[in-house]
């Protein structure tokens, strides 16, 4: 497994823009499959964007457009930007790795509001 910490949440007025970080305790060159999903109050996780080997990525519907997913393999670390942000998108972001086997971050609030 590998260690994942998320940071860069917080809150943001509607239209703003936020950019999430996720760490890893180890090299990521060789996770083929890494991402971010997200948790709303009362609602299931969902995906938010994976991106895989290189740079093929996949990104949910409602946030296309709006959210880009990228990794830099040199610094282990995995970003979401944020843009155009809506209340909808408050929830708790998480950040997904799957190698042998799934790991998840413990999660960082991101709250629209005005």
């Known amino acids: 497994q590998v260690q994942l910490v998320e940071s860069g949440g917080g809150l943001v007025q509607p239209g703003g823009s936020l950019r999430l970080s996720c760490a890893a305790s180890?090299?990521?060159?060789?996770?083929?499959?890494m991402g971010w999903y997200r948790q709303a109050p009362g609602k299931q996780r969902e995906m938010v964007a994976l991106?895989?080997?290189?740079?093929?990525?996949s990104v949910a519907g409602p946030v296309l457009g709006r959210f880009t997913i990228s990794r830099d393999n040199a610094k282990n670390t995995v970003y979401l930007q944020m843009n155009s942000l809506k209340p909808e998108d408050t929830a708790v972001y998480f950040c997904?790795?799957?190698?042998?086997?799934?790991?998840w971050g413990q999660g960082t609030q991101v709250t629209v509001s005005s």
């Open positions: 180890r090299s990521i060159s060789s996770i083929a499959t």
């Open positions: 997904y790795a799957l190698a042998d086997s799934a790991s």
């Open positions: 991106i895989r080997s290189g740079t093929y990525t």
